[in-house]
Every structure is written in C-alpha cells, then in structure tokens.
C-alpha cells in the first residue's frame, strides 16, 4: 500500500483549495506544473492564475520537496525537519522601477509581514517595442511546511488573491 509523502498530502490540498478559487469565480487558473527531477530526485507543483474579470497579474505557488526532505521523511532521521517550501510569485507590469518596486514591496509586506523573503526581478524582451518592464515578484517562506499547516492552506491562497487584486489596482 502507498502512503503519501508530505509533499503529496499538500499537493492534494493546495490543488483542491486552488479549483474550488476557480470554481467560485474569483481566479481562473492558467498553468500547472507537476514535475518530478530525476536528476536531483526532487518534486515541484505549482498552479498560476489571474483574477476574474481581466487580472493583469498572475500569481503562482510553487510547493516543493528535496531528496533531503523526502529522506528526512521516510528514513525518519533524528533532528531532521521533514517538509515542504512553499513560494509565492506574481508578475505584473511596471514602468518606474525605483518606485514601483517599493510600492509592491511595501504592499506585500502589509500582506506578508516581515516573515517571508520578498524578492523582485525586473525584466524587459530586447528590441521590443514600445519596450515593456515586467516584475517578477517571490514570496519565499521560510519555514517548511507540513501537514500541521494543512487547514491554513485555504486562509493562504485567499491572501494570494488578495495579493494579485491588490497589485492589479496599484498595476493595471
């Protein structure tokens, strides 16, 4: 008989919680990505949407297990804290970096707080016209999530929502 890893308990979860968004209306979920990295022995799942009607931003999570994490796990090894990472992503458009940068990281830390690392990266396509800035937002939480967390998964895709129609007010 199989039984789940932590990664697959979550991955159940966050889909679930992910489609019942969809379902309701507010989100319309656009990609999703379920890998398994043969190289590294390492699994990732992630599912990306935008808010209905007409969101610019897309947001994403990305939850992922390491061999060490799936090792930790199965082997049962003393001292090791078996679980996920989980990041958060968004994308959206800007024109003043300097300023439009802090603006959503003012904003997502009056989501967020000051526990997550909050990363941005700006990006534009060469030769394109008129050129157009893109930020690549992360959320990255620090700590591994397991199933103690299960019942906050719901509560932490509604404030990925928030998120997005927070950043498609400042960012449209």
Not at 43 to 58: I, L, Q
Not at 61 to 71: E, M, N, P, Y
Not at 134 to 157: A, G, M
Request: aromatic letters at 6%.
């Amino acid at each position: 008989m199989f039984d789940p890893t932590i990664f697959d308990n979550l991955k159940v979860v966050f889909e679930g919680a992910m489609y019942d968004l969809d379902l309701g209306g507010s989100v319309q979920i656009v990609n999703r990505l379920d890998r398994v990295e043969l190289s590294t022995m390492s699994r990732s799942f992630s599912m990306e949407a935008v808010r209905r009607p007409g969101g610019v931003v897309k947001g994403s999570f990305v939850l992922t297990a390491s061999l060490a994490d799936l090792s930790a796990e199965l082997l049962a090894e003393p001292g090791k804290q078996p679980g996920c990472s989980l990041e958060l992503a968004f994308t959206f458009p800007v024109s003043d970096i300097d300023k439009d940068c802090a603006e959503a990281e003012q904003l997502m830390r009056s989501i967020w707080g000051e526990g997550p690392v909050i990363r941005q990266t700006v990006h534009t396509a060469y030769g394109e016209q008129p050129r157009q800035l893109r930020n690549h937002l992360t959320v990255h939480f620090v700590r591994k999530l397991d199933e103690r967390q299960i019942e906050d998964i719901p509560s932490l895709l509604e404030h990925m929502e928030s998120s997005m129609e927070q950043l498609d007010q400042s960012f449209r």
